[in-house]
């Protein structure tokens, strides 16, 4: 929903005031996401820096699945993998399994 400037000026007036009274800040459902999101991202490039410090190179389908892999539990434990395991195929055989 796409708001007047006056009205998208009172909305922010009136969260800031209810954060003021609260002392706290009101998050919204798509900052939420975008934080989320941003997370997520950040996991994933991290295990593909990893991988390209320790290994060189990383094939092009290993990046594919490490892309459509979106929960956070699985993402930290392939963050772990990515240092821990002794070549990219052994990590690929734990990335390909999810």
């Known amino acids: 929903m796409l708001l007047t400037s006056a009205l998208s000026t009172d909305f922010e007036t009136r969260i800031e005031e209810y954060e003021e009274e609260r002392k706290m800040k009101y998050i919204t459902s798509i900052e939420q996401r975008a934080m989320r999101e941003g997370a997520r991202n950040t996991i994933q490039e991290s295990i593909t820096h990893v991988l390209t410090l320790r290994f060189s190179k990383i094939s092009s389908d290993l990046r594919v699945k490490l892309e459509e892999i979106s929960d956070m539990t699985q993402l930290k434990k392939l963050l772990e993998w ?4 002794p070549s990219v195929d052994a ?8």
């Not at 990515?82 to 395991?85: K, R, Y």
């Not at 990590?91 to 999810?98: K, P």
């Open 82 to 85: 990515a240092v821990l395991e």
């Open 91 to 98: 990590f690929a055989g734990h990335a390909m399994e999810m």
